[in-house]
């Protein structure tokens, strides 16, 4: 069985900042199937990136994904006010899914 | 406009049961297999259960392995859970989801339903 682990469990930054955000998992998995979501308080996941480094038509380009194995981050340029929120990392592979526990960001 | 809407949740004993139903707009439903994403209060995302375009195929989380069942019915646009023999820590959010890109994520989410088991 898969776990996945995110890091840091929270990250306290300022607006217009570089937010780096690590997914790692317990074994090797294809990049294909690793994604990121974003959730604000009260609203439902929002998909930003799959298939690890894909970004969701819509989403704006100062989100970026990278990684492969085991290592995985999730990177904003340059941090705007709206992307304060919890982001979870995913995987899906042998008949299960699976999320990390997310990491936050906040305004510092 | 891709829509997902849930419905049935609310208060209920432990032991008892619960339908969720999921009505689907504004996509081509039975193209899509679905799934159910938990959120216990202040807590993270847990995936439930899994179902295939046909129904053919259903993958459960051990947490609910033998107490819920996932359904749908194609011509009416609609996923269900039925939900058995309720447990405290089965009180949630619970989302119905749509699987995209053909990658295991979850490309489109629905507003969520609350369900509380308590006595």
């Known amino acids: 069985e898969i776990v996945l682990t995110q890091s840091p469990g929270t990250l306290s930054l300022s607006p217009g900042e570089r937010a780096t955000l690590a997914c790692r998992a317990s074994?090797?998995?294809?990049?294909?199937?690793l994604a990121w979501y974003q959730q604000k308080p009260g609203q439902a996941p929002r998909l930003l990136i799959y298939g690890a480094s894909n970004r969701v038509t819509g989403i704006p380009d100062r989100f970026s994904g990278s990684g492969s194995g085991t290592d995985f981050a999730l990177t904003i340029s340059r941090l705007e006010p709206e992307d304060f929120a919890v982001y979870y990392c995913q995987h899906y592979g042998n008949s299960r899914f699976t999320f990390g526990p997310g990491t936050k960001v906040d305004i510092k | 406009e891709v829509q997902l809407v849930e419905s049935g949740g609310g208060l209920v004993q432990p032991g008892g049961s619960l339908r969720l139903s999921c009505a689907a707009s504004?996509?081509?439903?039975?193209?899509?297999?679905m799934n159910w994403v938990r959120q216990a209060p202040g807590k993270g995302l847990e995936w439930v259960s899994y179902i295939s375009t046909s129904d053919s195929i259903t993958y459960y989380a051990d947490s609910v392995k033998g107490r819920f069942t996932i359904s749908r019915d194609n011509a009416k646009n609609s996923l269900y859970l039925q939900m058995d023999s309720l447990r405290d820590e089965d009180t949630a959010v619970y989302y119905c989801a749509r699987t995209g890109y053909s990658s295991g994520c979850f490309d489109y989410w629905g507003q969520g339903t609350l369900v509380t088991v308590s006595s």
């Open positions: 504004g996509f081509t439903f039975s193209g899509y297999s």
């Open positions: 074994q090797s998995v294809s990049s294909s199937n």
